[in-house]
């Protein structure tokens, strides 16, 4: 059976702060990460459900309904729409937030580090959404390809913001794909998500998109991909058949990217011990690092090392993560999650 080397947190951790995220990661992990995240506190709690709040205060942009529909935390998950007779084309969109996060954090980040508290080599890992999440979530029609360049643009310029104040060694940037395997599976009960609002292939559409995101982190600069089907409630929005979905999208994206994967995550869902499930990993791409998502906090060390046993027939080396963020796991829950990474993986 393969020993699983090292540990990926995939972003989100149930804390109230990005010192006490790193703090307690670099404490019982330090040993197995390559990367820490701030475990997107505050009003990314709930991963992308603040952008509405953000993208409705743009001049052009107008939120559908009159009532707010509470989402936690204050947000308003009311969907969006492009007013009517404006051109998307016009309308600038104010700062996203993902860049001033990042800014705050990495300073953070660097006070434990200059403590002694993140050991040196480590990165700061940034966690950035795709557009596709944010156009299928919260537009519809029409408005999601005329809205598409403006957003794109503006989440490039967010990490550009982020290029710019935090040292290239120091940085890793992450791709968090979601709606991308929806679209993929077409799953039944996923609404109007399931319809892609561009010309041709939808496989060859979200390809060529997640390429050019990877494509747009520099060389010297750390990037992964964390491919999943959603943990709303700690429920999927799809169950996968199998991991085939999975390896066939990141081939595609490894072959249509001109630089490689740093990291490459694929999730395991917590009924999956089977062989069948695993047999899709014989054909995955080569990448520097991949991470299976098998570690579970219903089953901890005892469910994770029957996951491994059964991944270990079909891929030869490999660390751990969960499948999704935990950030929305039950309070009190976090720590035992991250123990269990310690527990079935090997230091680097």
């Known amino acids: 059976m393969t020993e699983p080397q090292g540990a990926l947190l995939v972003g989100s951790v149930n804390y109230d702060d990005a010192e006490t995220t790193i ?4 404490s019982l992990l330090g040993d197995r990460l390559r990367r820490i995240p701030d475990g997107e506190v505050g009003k990314r709690f709930h991963w992308i459900m603040f952008q509405p709040d953000v993208l409705g205060e743009a001049d052009g942009i107008e939120r559908v309904g009159e009532e707010p529909i509470p989402f936690g935390a204050g947000l308003d998950a009311r969907p969006l729409r492009i007013a009517d007779g404006v051109d998307a084309a016009t309308i600038t969109l104010p700062p996203l937030g993902y860049a001033d996060a990042a800014i705050e954090s990495y300073r953070v980040f660097m006070k434990l580090r200059g403590e002694g508290v993140v050991p040196d080599g480590i990165r700061f890992q940034v966690s950035l ?4 999440a944010i156009l299928s979530s919260f537009f519809s029609g029409a408005d999601r390809a005329a809205i598409e360049p403006v957003y794109t643009d503006a989440l490039v310029a967010e990490l550009g913001q982020i290029l710019a104040a935090i040292p290239h060694e120091d940085l890793a940037i992450q791709w968090d794909v979601a709606s991308e395997l929806g679209i993929i599976e077409r799953a039944s009960g ?19 998109r997640l390429a050019a995101l990877v494509d747009a982190v520099p060389a010297d600069v750390e990037v992964g991909v964390h491919l999943c089907y959603g943990d709303a409630g700690e429920r999927h929005f799809i169950e996968p058949t199998d991991a085939g979905t999975l390896v066939r999208y990141a081939n595609a994206v490894i072959a249509a990217s001109a630089r490689s994967f740093s990291w490459l995550h694929l999730p395991v869902p917590l009924e999956r011990e089977d062989a069948a499930y695993f047999a899709p990993l014989a054909d995955l791409a080569p990448v520097a690092e991949l991470y299976l998502g098998l570690v579970h906090r219903e089953d901890g060390a005892e469910g994770a090392q029957r996951r491994i046993a059964a ?28 123990r269990t990474h310690a527990e079935v993986a090997a230091p680097w």
């Open 129 to 132: 959404p795709t557009p596709v």
């Open 190 to 208: 996923y609404g109007a998500v399931m319809d892609a609002w561009w010309e041709g292939d939808p496989f060859d559409g979200l390809v060529s």
């Open 311 to 338: 991944a270990s027939a079909f891929a030869s080396s490999f660390g751990v993560a969960t499948e999704c963020g935990i950030g929305r796991a039950p309070e009190g829950s976090t720590e035992g999650i991250l």
């Open 23 to 26: 703090r307690t990661a670099a």
